[in-house]
């Protein structure tokens, strides 16, 4: 508010001249404090945005966290199971169509790396049934760590499975994105000659020499002998070529990189080489969060015509001219529900020769906790249900992810027109 003040100038003519001049002032006490509480509850309103704002991003993250998690999982296991069963165009002979003799390779529970032997035994002490067992085998699972693998699967989590993945790499040794030929490791050659077969070399495991030799060396069917099936080494021919042996073995451990700090893990471990031993390596973390892993098998236990497979005796076909209808062996197919192996009741030789797919359950979770989250729900992995989860355990955010994966090397050789 302003009012005119007036000054006395100096006197004009002998009159005094009054000059107006305004005064101010500033805002009272009581205006100051109103604008004070609305600056007040402006910030209260903007801080309290700013909040939810930040703790909404927050589970945003964890949650696309945990879907990333849970599908690299999948997706790791899926591209590595796709796989099982490649053994660089060598076929078992029981799972051999065109084979019109008993196959003397049927895989037994003796000495099959089943839940009772040595599965992580080293290289040195492989013999021919076992190597055999290998090659028939290329997936198995357990609920349990496996007997001889107390160093290689260690810290498992309770009520998850331990599943294992055979075959030999898809790249050949040098190749553009594959490891180069290194002494000491472990590679496959199958024979593709048939003086060699004849023989009783139909293929080797071998880790001494180089890439085209691979020891005494086996060959395409270009091979050129000199009598009788054995008289070897074959005189010449190429070469079959040899690829590295796979076999990984995926379980959940109980902590991520430090014991006891309660982030589930999806671990791996790899055969390999290491201070001149081929073996089964300490596991290495793959991927955080995951909690639950349950493994179920598809067996193809019922041929073309409704009959029980039997690979212990010749193929046979119900036109031995056509070869449409085999009686006796599979037809690729997964047979009636999808069966879990575990220590209770574990796989027989015969069911595991058999799988053609395989089914995967994943439960992902966030790997922090959200105070205000309950989780009280049940999750099913396949025959298997986890939870509900109670006091710390609730606070965590879970999905589970689920898929079931053929295996294409095993069910397409069974299919039959």
Not at 64 to 90: C, P
Not at 172 to 192: I, R
Request: charged content about 15%; aromatic content about 8%.
């Amino acid at each position: 508010m302003m009012t005119p003040n007036r000054i006395l100038g100096p006197s004009k003519g002998g009159a005094r001249i009054t000059v107006a001049r305004p005064s101010q002032s500033g805002f009272t006490l009581i205006e100051l404090m109103v604008a004070v509480v609305l600056g007040l509850l402006i910030m209260a309103a903007l801080s309290t945005i700013f909040v939810n704002i930040s703790r909404t991003n927050n589970e945003m993250a964890k949650t696309n966290a945990q879907i990333e998690n849970g599908r690299f999982a999948m997706q790791i296991l899926q591209d590595d199971i796709v796989h099982a069963g490649y053994w660089g165009g060598y076929v078992p002979q029981f799972d051999d169509m065109t084979a019109t003799v008993a196959p003397t390779d049927a895989p037994t529970d003796t000495p099959l790396p089943t839940p009772v032997s040595d599965l992580c035994r080293a290289f040195a002490s492989w013999n021919a049934a076992y190597q055999s067992n290998l090659i028939a085998i290329p997936v198995q699972s357990y609920d349990d760590t496996p007997a001889g693998c107390a160093a290689v699967v260690t810290n498992k989590k309770a009520n998850t499975d331990v599943l294992v993945v055979r075959h030999v790499e898809t790249c050949l040794p040098g190749a553009a994105n594959c490891e180069a030929d290194t002494a000491g490791k472990l590679y496959f050659q199958p024979s593709f000659c048939e003086l060699e077969i004849a023989g009783g070399q139909r293929y080797k495991f071998d880790n001494t020499t180089g890439f085209t030799t691979l020891g005494t060396g086996l060959h395409q069917r270009n091979c050129v002998g000199s009598g009788s099936p054995q008289a070897l080494p074959i005189a010449s021919g190429a070469f079959a070529a040899k690829r590295k042996f796979i076999s990984n073995i995926y379980y959940v451990r109980d902590y991520a990189l430090t014991v006891g700090d309660g982030i589930p893990t999806l671990m791996l471990s790899q055969f390999d080489a290491a201070g001149g031993v081929l073996s089964h390596q300490p596991a290495v973390p793959l991927i955080e969060g995951i909690e639950g892993f349950m493994v179920e098998f598809g067996i193809d236990s019922i041929g073309d015509a409704g009959t029980v497979v039997d690979y212990t005796q010749a193929a046979t076909w119900a036109d031995p001219l056509n070869r449409v209808t085999l009686l006796n062996r599979g037809d690729g197919a997964p047979d009636g529900a999808f069966v879990r192996c575990t220590t209770a009741v574990p796989c027989t030789a015969t069911q595991l020769a058999n799988v053609v797919a395989v089914k995967l359950y994943v439960l992902a979770r966030n790997k922090e906790s959200t105070s205000s989250h309950a989780d009280v729900k049940t999750y099913a992995l396949g025959a298997t249900t986890l939870g509900p989860f109670t006091g710390d355990q609730a606070k965590y955010k879970r999905h589970v992810f689920s898929t079931t994966v053929r295996l294409t090397n095993i069910s397409g050789r069974r299919e039959t027109p």
